[in-house]
Structures are given as C-alpha cells and as structure tokens.
C-alpha cells in the first residue's frame, strides 16, 4: 500500500521545489493510527495515514471537521493527550519522534519542528510582553544572553513584518490587532528555526484582507528560509494559494493525493469533486448548489468499506466489502477509490474540453 | 434533497402577518442609525467612545435579499443587533413596512421583534444545552401567547420546513445534533414565530462547506416558499455574491458602498471594496494572488481618521479625503458610493470636474 502513495515517489513537478531526486525526505510518516479510547468511547481519529516530505515542500491538509487534520500534525508534535492511543512511525529528520521522552521533547518542540495555531489569542501567553515570549523561545533553546535574545526578537519581528516592530516588543498580545498577533506568533514558531513549519488553520480566524497578507508572507519566509511546511485548511481557495501537494482527508484517512494542480484539475475522488463542486464561487449566482447529501460519519462507528459510501453518489456494492486502497491514478497522483481511474479519466477529458 | 413540504408552507402562510404598504413600500427603511459604545475607565463625562454604527443608512425592499459585508470591526453586527433592537440605538430611525419603531402611531419594539428573527453565528451557544428542540421552538410562539397546542404544531411545522422530521428530532437535545443540523434548528426557532424578515448574522460561516452549500439551497428556497426578506450579513463574498440581490459595504461604522450585486462585484466604485474583492482566493494554483490588494488592519473605532475613514489605507487619499467627509453619492441605479475619487467635481484629482 505504501509504495502507492504519491508522496514517497520522484520529485515534486509542481513550481520546482523538492531540491532534487536525491534529497531524502526530511518527514516521513508511516501508518500512523490514533485511537481516542475512554470509559465511554471508543473513537477512531486516524486510520493509517502516511507520507513524506521533503525539504521546502509545502503539504496542506484539506478536509472537513472531524476528518483527522489536526489530529495529524497534533501527532508530530506529539500534542494529543494521554487517553490517545498512537501507533505507527514518525521520523523527522532521523529522529524518531514516538519514542522521545519528555525531556527531549522540549528540544524537538520549537527546535525541530513548530507549530502555528488558529487563534493566535489564546495561543499567546497574555501575561508577557510578545518581545518577551520570543526572547524566552530563543533562550530555552539556545544559550545566548537576555540582550542577544531580544535583538533577535527584534528581527524576527521585522521579518514577519510588523510594522514599528521595536515599540510592538515591548506590547502585551491584547494590544495588538488579530493580524498583528498571528504574525508575532509565527515569528515565536520561527525563532529557534525549525526545519518544519506546521501551520493549523493559521488564517482561519482573520478577515480576508488580513488573511490574504498573511498567506503571501507565509508564502515568502517558506521560500526564504526552506521549511518543509505542512499546512491545514479547510478552505480550498487558501489550500490553491499556498500548496505544492495536497492531500484530501476523509473520517482519519488520506482519500486523495497529489499536486495541487492535478487535484484541482482532474479530482479522482468523489469526496474531492462533491467538496469542489460545494464551494461557492463566482458562477453559482441563479443556481442551485450542488451539496454533498448528509453528515460526516460517526468516528464510533465507521463503516467497513469506504467511510465516504453512505454519502457518495457513485457508490457500488463492492464499495462497503473493504476499505479500498491508495492508487495512482497518474504520476503522482492517488485517490482511495475503486473507480479511482475512471473518475480521474473522465475530469481530464472535462478538463480537454 | 428535502424541499419545503407543501401542507407546512401553506400552514405558515396562514400564520403571516398581513402585508401592511403593499409591494412598493419598503420591508426596511433604516435613516441614520447611530450607536456609540462608552469605554470604562477615563475621567467621567470624558470616558472614549467606540463609533461602532455611525450614520448608517439604508433601504431593504420586500422579498430582497441585502448583503452586509465588511472586515471585523466595521460595525455589520452591531447594526444587525440595531436593527432587532438587541441594542438600543443612540439615534435613528427604523421603519417597518410603513410603520416607524418605537414612534408615536408606529409600532412597539416588541411588535418589531416578532417580525423580525435573527439566526446566529454559533449553532452550538444559541442553543439551550438542557431543553429539547421542540421545547426551545416553541418557547417563542409561547411567550408570544399562544396556546400550547398551537405553538407546538407551529414548532412541528417549522421543523418539518426545515427538512427536520419531527417524529425524529422534536425530543432530541442539540448535543446529539450536527453542525448543519443545529443550524436548521435555529432557523426553524425563527421560522416558528412567522417572521417577515430574517437577519443571517454569520448563519452559514462556521459550517463545513458541503454543508454550507445544503443550508444556503435551504435559505433560498424558504425564502421564495414564505416570502421572506433576508439582511444576510457575511464576511465570505463568495457567499454574499451567491445569495444577495444588493450589497453593502461597511467600513469603521460607515457604509461606503451600496448596489445591486452585479453591478459591486463587476464595477466597484469605492477602492476598498476593489480591495476586499481581490483579497479573495484566486481559486486557481496557477494564478495566485502575488500583489497585496490592502496592507494594515483597520484602524480603531475609538478615534476614526478624519474626513475618509478609509484615506489610511488608500491607495488614492489626497489632500481633500482629510478635509471633508465624502457623501454617499448617486451613480447608476442605486449603485452609490463614498469617495472623493469617483465623485464629480469632488476637488480629487481622479475626480471628473464639474461642467
């Protein structure tokens, strides 16, 4: 099953990031299961997720509520909370990130890999100043004096540009627009210089004009500073500004894979097409929407086959026999479904037209 | 997908208040709403003041669907509570069919409030945890001295409108409910009371968007089904271009564009509406946005810029945009906007000069 998922083959084709066929991935995930198990549930979140990533690859998660995108990068930074129950392998650039102790969590925290949240509010510690916060990252991870640490704030700031960033060091999060704090917190998640980004629906909570900025600053210090990042949206227009490979999550498992040109173009899913086509936009004016019918599944009680079956338009009966696997549709491109082939046939023939 | 059941619709047409000024006479006549929120702490008598709604302006006709949008802080929910009077307003006018609010030969706040039903952003907290969903619909109908019997065939039958069988959800609390079901169920609460109009504060924003799409097919077909009026106040253009027939603009309390859909999305007027158009997501990998269309956040509410309250972050602010505030002028059709820039003989230097 692995060796059809997209991520693990040949280089990225997209915008020519990947630096390479010989670059080894720099995150690779490998069956990773989460099972939330209490006295009075037993919830399956994640069902076998894998991939890899390279250096300066963007990923970016797209799905709904309850599809498992959190619970994903929450994993890698080993987040989730002690009644979930984790299975699989998570290697980071040649560190074992299941088997660490907490001692050395706190360096991989930050270090190696970093986080950036949706409400940058609460994430904020509202009690210290945002110069700070920065400073204190900086100190706890490398042995550098008070003074250093706050000029490198300082720059940290101005790289995430903030505007009249040496008077905002000294302000406390409340004093700062919602703008202004998402960009302090992604100069914390920037300040020990970790090798990948996790971004957490980082623009969801901002007006558009903000989010806007944000994304292309994102877009930017990626470039510049060649993080792998893995980035998670619920919203396909911000997954088309800031994705090189997306994958699609449905009920805790990848349901398609691929560059976000391919997927966009000729979805070979019909979880992604029903989510494509749900979108509003520009042409809908006078139509009737087209939703897809009824509720995301009970994580307690999925079904045996395809989790999407009971909501899909094309469903057969040897949909409900098994789980169908990951397979490619085209080079670097996978979708679990048995008509995978078909349906990616039938949108690049949509596309020709 | 479950459409309005016809015996339901003609149940709660029965129920509809009678159409007071006849077709032509506006649903809405909102003239210079005001309302300024006094800041604790500061000297008494000289405590600062948040401008969230000043001066706003508008019309709603009968059956039209008015889109309010605006970034956060431009005062698009408080005049949603205005309008409910949730909060009272400072100053203004608000005219029902005809009939002023809270006037003298006009009509009570609470008459008001019957005919007019808001539905909220959080599904979840406009919900009470502890009573069943047929208890929570009826509860408006009740209040407003309806038999029990009655209110809850009323509470029957807006559920039933809103694809919610009520064999199967009446007894049902909003926990064992989804997203896209709570807000079904909110809008039934409103349907309940046999609204004329619906203010959609947000209604759709924090759903999935597959089951975005079901709740706004559901708006639009209630909305032809019962003859509703619908202020839908969203900050997803998308949104807002699928489900209005007429757009406002807002920015720091202050509208600065109005018109008919077409006409705002295709031929803005007001730089910040071109702005907040092209801020959306190009929605094409191949094509992404690259030139940032708006730098900054709105300024605060508590000292707005003189003049233009946009000049700050404008592209096109001159020397006059600090001097005067410009007014809200007429172009084609009830499209209207407020800029020096596009108002003739305004003293800009885009301005067309006068003959």
Do not use: W
Request: glycine share 8%; aromatic share 4%.
């Amino acid at each position: 099953m692995l060796e059809t998922e997209t991520a693990s083959k040949g280089p990225v084709t997209a915008s020519g990031v990947g630096q390479g066929r010989a670059a080894e991935p720099l995150v690779t995930v490998e069956d990773l299961r989460v099972r939330l198990v209490s006295r009075d549930q037993n919830l399956s979140l994640l069902q076998g997720v894998s991939f890899t990533l390279k250096e300066g690859e963007v990923l970016c998660l797209l799905g709904e509520s309850g599809s498992g995108k959190t619970v994903t990068v929450r994993s890698l930074m080993r987040l989730l909370p002690p009644s979930a129950q984790v299975s699989g392998k998570i290697n980071i650039g040649g560190t074992d990130i299941l088997a660490l102790k907490p001692r050395q969590l706190r360096q991989v925290r930050g270090g190696l890999i970093s986080m950036i949240f949706q409400e940058p509010a609460t994430a904020l510690d509202p009690t210290f100043t945002i110069g700070n916060q920065i400073a204190e990252t900086i100190r706890v991870h490398e042995n550098v004096s008070q003074a250093e640490a706050r000029k490198r704030a300082l720059n940290l700031l101005e790289m995430v540009q903030v505007p009249s960033a040496a008077r905002r060091l000294d302000a406390y999060p409340h004093e700062l627009s919602g703008g202004l704090r998402q960009r302090a917190m992604i100069a914390l998640a920037l300040s020990s210089r970790p090798k990948v980004l996790i971004a957490d629906e980082p623009t969801t909570a901002l007006d558009a004009t903000v989010q806007i900025q944000v994304l292309l600053l994102l877009r930017e210090l990626q470039r510049e500073l060649g993080m792998a990042t893995i980035f998670v949206t619920h919203d396909v227009g911000v997954a088309c500004e800031i994705a090189d490979k997306v994958a699609v999550m449905y009920s805790g498992r990848f349901v398609e894979t691929g560059t976000i040109d391919d997927v966009l173009a000729a979805p070979a899913h019909p979880y992604t097409s029903g989510l494509l086509h749900a979108v509003v936009n520009s042409e809908a004016r006078g139509t009737r929407l087209t939703p897809i019918p009824g509720a995301p599944p009970d994580l307690s009680s999925l079904p045996p086959g395809c989790s999407f079956a009971p909501r899909c338009p094309r469903v057969q009966s040897a949909c409900n026999d098994r789980v169908p696997d990951l397979v490619e549709v085209s080079d670097g491109h996978a979708s679990r479904c048995i008509l995978a082939r078909d349906l990616s046939l039938q949108g690049t023939q949509e596309l020709r037209q | 997908m479950l459409g309005v059941m016809p015996q339901a619709r003609e149940e709660a047409l029965r129920q509809k208040p009678a159409d007071v000024g006849g077709p032509r006479q506006p649903m809405l006549i909102v003239d210079d709403l005001v309302k300024h929120f006094k800041l604790t702490g500061g000297a008494p008598g000289n405590r600062p003041v948040v401008r969230a709604v000043d001066g706003v302006s508008f019309v709603v006709q009968k059956g039209e669907t008015l889109g309010i949008v605006g970034e956060s802080g431009c005062g698009k929910s408080t005049t949603a509570r205005l309008l409910m009077q949730l909060v009272k307003p400072d100053a203004g006018v608000i005219v029902l069919d005809g009939e002023a609010v809270d006037a003298p030969h006009g009509i009570t706040i609470r008459q008001l409030q019957r005919a007019v039903q808001m539905v909220f952003q959080d599904s979840y907290a406009s919900l009470n945890p502890r009573m069943t969903l047929e208890d929570t619909i009826i509860f408006g109908p009740r209040a407003a001295g309806k038999p029990r019997v009655e209110a809850r065939n009323a509470a029957h039958s807006a559920l039933r409108m809103v694809g919610l069988a009520p064999e199967l959800f009446a007894r049902r609390y909003p926990h064992e409910l989804s997203g896209g079901q709570r807000q079904r169920v909110n809008i039934a609460r409103a349907l309940a009371m046999s609204p004329r109009v619906l203010i959609l504060d947000e209604a759709v924003s924090a759903l999935d968007k597959s089951v975005e799409a079901q709740v706004l097919n559901l708006l639009q077909d209630l909305k032809e089904s019962l003859e509703l009026t619908y202020v839908f106040i969203s900050h997803d253009l998308n949104v807002v271009r699928y489900i209005s027939d007429r757009v406002m603009v807002m920015y720091l309390g202050k509208v600065v564009e109005v018109g008919p859909v077409a006409s705002i999305y295709e031929s803005a007027r007001h730089p910040y509406t071109q702005a907040l158009l092209s801020s959306r997501p190009s929605m094409d990998p191949k094509q992404r946005r690259t030139e940032l269309p708006l730098s900054g956040d709105p300024p605060s509410p508590i000292s707005p810029p003189s003049g233009c309250r946009f000049r700050t972050r404008c592209a096109l602010a001159e020397a006059v945009c600090a001097e005067r505030e410009p007014p809200l002028a007429d172009f084609e059709s009830g499209h209207m906007a407020a800029c020096h820039a596009v108002i003739p003989g305004s003293g800009h230097s885009l301005a067309a000069k006068p003959s």
